[in-house]
């Protein structure tokens, strides 16, 4: 079985500030994880993904996440805030090899104080 | 590249019709497909995986014969919400994913109203 904890569903940084999402996996098998984010009314646009190559990955508009296993997490980060980040944000996980189901967190709603 | 489209985006219907929503691989080959639903404040849950070809397989609690998956192509799938009824208002979303990637693209999802 594999699951993933977001901590926080909702969180505020001002413009220009670090934006720091928690996110940690449980999974029996070497996992695949994954940052997803959505905008309202719209489908996942994916973030960044780790697939068992580097443990720092950096994704699409400046965010980047840490795979550490010793901890199962896999925090999202980005140096500066920016308005347009304001979204909701997914971690999820999967089991690796292709075709593997894909379990997503309940999702952190980030806010951006200008 | 990877974009997948839905259709349609929204959709409004009396209780009791059915809707069909397309799910299409755009720019790739699309062996499986899923087909996720997503309630107002939380976060997908995995309605039914489809192989190209093949019968879907559908997670627990989730009724095959409402939820009619169709995915006779590489590049489309189909869900069709059978004798709708209100509680099955919904935004639902579909991914695609090509044979031998670990990455689910996603739709820009259908927004159900049944009224």
């Known amino acids: 079985a594999q699951s993933v904890t977001q901590l926080g569903s909702h969180v505020s940084v001002s413009e220009g500030a670090l934006v720091l999402l928690r996110c940690n996996y449980s999974?029996?098998?070497?996992?695949?994880l994954f940052w997803y984010v959505q905008y309202p009314n719209q489908g996942l646009q994916l973030l960044l993904k780790?697939?068992?190559?580097?443990?720092l990955v950096k994704g699409i508009n400046g965010f980047e996440a840490e795979f550490k296993k010793s901890e199962t997490s896999f925090h999202l980060t980005k140096p500066s805030a920016h308005m347009s980040d304001a979204a909701e944000y997914f971690c999820?996980?999967?089991?690796?090899?292709?075709?593997?189901?894909?379990?997503f967190g309940t999702g952190t709603k980030l806010q951006v104080i200008p | 590249g990877a974009v997948v489209s839905q259709h349609p985006s929204r959709v409004i219907c009396k209780s009791g019709t059915s809707v069909k929503i397309e799910c299409r691989s755009l720019?790739?080959?699309?062996?499986?497909m899923f087909w996720y639903r997503q309630f107002p404040k939380q976060s997908l849950m995995l309605m039914a995986t489809?192989?190209?070809?093949?019968?879907?397989?559908?997670e627990q609690g989730v009724e095959k014969d409402k939820f009619l998956i169709n995915h006779a192509s590489l590049t489309l799938s189909t869900l069709t919400v059978t004798s709708a009824h209100p509680e099955d208002s919904s935004f639902y979303i579909c991914?695609?994913?090509?044979?031998?990637?670990?990455?689910?693209?996603f739709g820009p999802g259908t927004r159900l109203l049944v009224l």
């Open positions: 720019d790739f080959q699309a062996t499986t």
């Open positions: 991914s695609a994913q090509e044979l031998y990637q670990e990455t689910q693209y």
């Open positions: 999820a996980v999967s089991r690796s090899g292709g075709y593997q189901k894909v379990t």
């Open positions: 489809s192989n190209e070809g093949s019968k879907a397989t559908y």
């Open positions: 780790y697939t068992s190559a580097a443990t």
């Open positions: 999974s029996s098998v070497p996992p695949y």
